[in-house]
């Protein structure tokens, strides 16, 4: 097998090197991607343990134009369907509320990551940085508790469309 090498890394580490250079433009590009790579997952009827440290970057810096996005862990990936509903697994706090209570991984649990996905992207911090990812946060996150920004952070549609993919609720109806 022959891997190609991510220069850029993590997105986390990738974010920590490119902060002053991550202008909106750069923002939504990189989250197109990063959703196109999650629609084809989607496409094969499969699902992901979706977080920052499995998007990988192939080069360093966002001032380049060939900037291009690979989601890792594929061997992570389930079938929808065809998840051990005994065994939680996934990153705090990318879990979504239903994984956290026992029930299967599905497509709008990914949905509900790519939401927090967001967040980061938005605020260029992990999702409630300022407080442990243990059991206490998994129960606020069961409870509704979601990670907060306002309209000077990021513009009104970008928040709306975070809080939609946020929404457990609205993804059940689908």
């Not at 389930?78 to 051990?84: F, I």
């Not at 911090?125 to 442990?132: E, G, T, W, Y």
């Amino acid at each position: 097998m022959v891997l190609q090498y991510a220069e850029g890394r993590n997105f986390d580490y990738w974010i920590y090197n490119n902060y002053k250079y991550f202008n909106w433009s750069s923002k939504l590009k990189i989250l197109n991607d990063i959703i196109s790579g999650l629609k084809e997952i989607h496409q094969k009827q499969m699902v992901h343990d979706f977080h920052v440290g499995n998007i990988l970057f192939n080069e360093i810096f966002v001032i380049s134009s060939n900037i291009k996005i690979y989601i890792s862990d594929m061997g992570l990936c389930r079938e929808v369907g065809n998840t051990d509903k005994t065994t939680i697994y996934g990153v705090m706090p990318y879990v979504a509320p239903e994984v956290l209570r026992g029930k299967p991984y599905t497509l709008a649990a990914d949905i509900y990551s790519f939401g927090m996905i967001m967040y980061f992207v938005a605020t260029e911090k992990q999702p409630f940085a300022n407080c442990a990812h243990d059991e206490l946060l998994a129960l606020d996150i069961c409870k509704g508790i979601r990670p907060e920004i306002n309209e000077p952070v990021a513009p009104k549609c970008y928040i709306d469309l975070m809080k939609k993919c946020l929404d457990t609720d609205q993804m059940l109806l689908k």
